[in-house]
């Protein structure tokens, strides 16, 4: 039997005592099993990214461990914290396919489409993000930022500009 095998066995079967001894009185953990369920996408997303890495398997492996990894991790952190953040945190569904791209842009043979996809993805996220994010705040905020950035645009247009105004009277 492999090593990992064996150490892997060792912890299920560790795992699997402790919960039985929880559930039948013996221990009184406070350790809920079914928060940890997000570790089943976890698990494949870092099996595809270290086959990669370690075996040096093809690069193409980094795209579904990106996605699964960074769903994962949203979803463990949903499982914490609550899944109300959901609220903003749902446009990394779509930077988790640019993350993946991403990696398999940068490992890969580089070619400068997937880059401008990528960061399409990635882009799209942040901004979305960025307003869901504004949303909850309030629907002041977006306005009022709208309004700062709008002044100041039309500050900044006449800084340093001497203003001639003309005016023409003429009869019809």
Known sequence: MKKKNY???IILLAIGFMTLFNN????HFN???????????IGPGLAFELSYFNHNGPVGLLVPGGILLTYGL????????GYGHMAYLWPLF????????????????RPKPLLFVSF????FTL???????????GNFALPIILIAVG?????????????????YDYEE
């Open 151 to 167: 002044g100041m645009m039309l500050l900044n247009k006449h800084k340093g500009e001497s203003i001639i105004s003309v005016e």
């Open 74 to 81: 949203l979803f463990q952190f949903c499982t914490f914290f």
């Open 31 to 41: 350790f809920a099993l079914w928060k940890f369920w997000p570790f089943f996408l």
């Open 120 to 123: 399409g993805f990635i882009g």
């Open 7 to 9: 150490t892997f066995g």
């Open 127 to 137: 901004i979305s993000m960025f307003f869901a994010l504004l949303n909850l705040k």
């Open 24 to 27: 039948l009185g013996f221990t």
């Open 94 to 109: 779509i930077g988790a396919v640019g993350i993946g791209l991403f990696q398999l842009y940068y490992f890969g043979t």
